[in-house]
Nanobody
Framework: QVQLQESGPGLVKPSQTLSLTCTVS??????????WGWIRQPPGKGLEWMGV???????SYSPSLKSRISISRDTSKNQFTLQLGSVTPEDTAVYYC????????WGQGTQVTVSS
């Protein structure tokens, strides 16, 4: 079974870059047909898909975030990383990393608050 664990700072100041890492166990992030993603849920709102990293290394991002989001990977550590630039308090949310091959596995989520 694939397990995912998010890590990163819980507090980010406005205008800075939010950076979160997802550590994957139970599967290689380069395994054929796996897709690795980030989803967030702001307080009192629904889930928002942010972007995905394919096993090939290619990426796709939400149009609403495309100008300030980047997802990258470190295959030696079996990790993938989210970077979101120019954050505002509206980026406050619980952030989840996911892994999908048929079904989808989720990390437990990590709270990120954007505040000065």
């Amino acid at each position: 079974q694939v397990q995912l664990q998010e890590s990163g700072p819980g507090l980010v100041k406005p205008s800075q870059t939010l950076s979160l890492t997802c550590t994957v166990s139970g599967a290689s992030i380069t395994t054929n047909s796996y897709y690795w993603g980030w989803i967030r849920q702001p307080p009192g709102k629904g889930l928002e898909w942010m972007g995905v990293l394919a096993y090939t290394g290619s990426t796709s991002y939400s149009p609403s975030l495309k100008s300030r989001i980047s997802i990258s990977r470190d295959t030696s550590k079996n990790q993938f990383t989210l970077q979101l630039g120019s954050v505002t308090p509206e980026d406050t949310a619980v952030y989840y990393c996911t892994g999908a091959l048929g079904g989808t596995d989720w990390g437990q989520g990590t709270q990120v608050t954007v505040s000065s």
